[in-house]
Structure formats: structure tokens, C-alpha cells
């Protein structure tokens, strides 16, 4: 028998009814996603309901296996609240070793990493990744911008989160002067992360 519920069998929150968004917003999902100065934004999708999903189609096919080699059955109590909490992964352990930490919002960038976001270009919007000192150079390589890894501030990624605006600024400066297609071909098998943001201006959608 399996049971999918908002807040499981058990609990203080046992009653309460729960969609995605609900859960999302009590569980912490919310906390972390929209822009770094803006207020909590659900996900664009309902993926606290699709991950739960995935979850406990894991917990059907486990206890299937457990029937055909012991004869008995399970019992599945999977909840939105509790697949959205351990979604959190890195962030919901960090919160338990040091509960006074908060990575907070950041839009398309990353908390721990720099740089690693969208930058706008001359007709829309790229994401890199330079996840690490080797992409880092591919990405000034890439963008004419050699003598960036000649400056300390810059030197690795500790250096890099300290002087984040500085650094953004000035990428957005060179990503502007193309367009994203250009920008594709540029890093095309270069060895660094990066993808077109596909999106429809607000304005055209009604």
C-alpha cells in the first residue's frame, strides 16, 4: 500500500491539506529562489509534486522487489514535505550544521560560486559556468580578456566571491557587444559550461 500525502501520516502537520506550492513555500524551496533583493517566488513548474512522484515510484519498485524476494508487502507513507526538504540537499545541510546561515536568493547566480549566472547579451541572455580556475580562464580566453587572470582580485574562487559585482560588471560589459548566437559559437567546444537562456519577453506573453 502506498500513501502520497502533503504532510505525511504522522505529525503536527499530519491534517493539513497540501499542494506543491504550499509546501514549497513551508519547507524552504521559496527561501532560495527569485532574485537576490526580491521576495520568495515559487518554481515556474510544480516540481515538489514531480519529485515526489519520482520518489515514490523508487518506493514502489523497491517494495516490489522486497514482495518477490521475502513474500511480503510494504507499507509507503511518501509526502510532498518530506521530498522537498531533502531536495534542498546542500542548502538543508548547511542549515543543520549552522542554522544562523543562509545562502538567501540568487537569481541565476550561484551562492558559492563566481562567475556562474546569466549575463544579458546584445539580443537576450547566456548562462556560464566557470566552476572552477581552468574554466575561468577558457571564459577570459573566450571573451578577449586574458589580463583578468593576471589580477589578484580574480586569482581563484575566494577572490572572485569577494569582488563578485566588480567582476559581473565587467563581463557584462564585453557579453553585450555580441549576440547570444555569437557567444555559442565562440565557446563551442571550448570546455566550459554554457547555455542560451530560451525565454519570451513578458511583454508577449498573455
Not at 515559487?42 to 523497491?62: E, F, H, M, P, R
Not at 566571491?161 to 555580441?178: A, P, S, T
Not at 570546455?191 to 519577453?201: E, L, R, S
Request: proline share 4%; hydrophobic share 35%.
Amino acid at each position: 500500500m502506498c500513501l502520497t500525502t502533503g504532510y505525511g501520516q504522522t505529525g503536527p502537520y499530519a491534517l493539513r491539506a497540501g499542494y506543491d506550492v504550499m509546501v514549497e513555500a513551508e519547507m524552504g524551496l521559496m527561501h532560495i529562489t527569485g532574485e537576490h533583493d526580491g521576495p520568495p517566488v515559487k518554481v515556474g513548474v510544480a516540481i515538489t509534486d514531480l519529485s515526489t512522484g519520482l520518489y515514490t515510484c523508487n518506493s514502489i519498485l523497491a517494495a516490489l522487489l522486497h514482495r518477490h524476494k521475502t513474500g511480503r508487502g510494504q507499507h509507503i507513507d511518501a509526502c510532498l514535505s518530506d521530498v522537498q526538504v531533502a531536495s534542498l540537499a546542500n542548502i538543508a545541510s548547511s542549515a543543520l550544521i549552522d542554522s544562523s546561515s543562509s545562502p538567501g536568493r540568487w537569481g541565476t547566480a550561484h551562492a558559492s560560486i563566481v562567475p556562474y549566472q546569466g549575463l544579458r547579451t546584445k539580443d537576450g541572455m547566456i548562462i556560464i559556468g566557470a566552476g572552477n580556475d581552468r574554466q575561468f580562464e577558457i571564459l577570459c580566453n573566450c571573451i578577449g580578456r586574458p589580463e583578468l587572470l593576471n589580477e589578484s582580485k580574480f586569482r581563484d574562487n575566494s577572490s572572485r566571491l569577494e569582488n563578485r559585482q566588480e567582476l559581473i560588471e565587467l563581463l557584462e560589459i564585453e557579453f553585450e557587444k555580441e549576440s547570444t548566437g555569437y557567444w555559442l559559437d565562440v565557446f563551442e567546444g571550448k570546455g566550459m559550461p554554457y547555455a542560451a537562456v530560451k525565454y519570451i519577453p513578458c511583454s508577449k506573453v498573455r
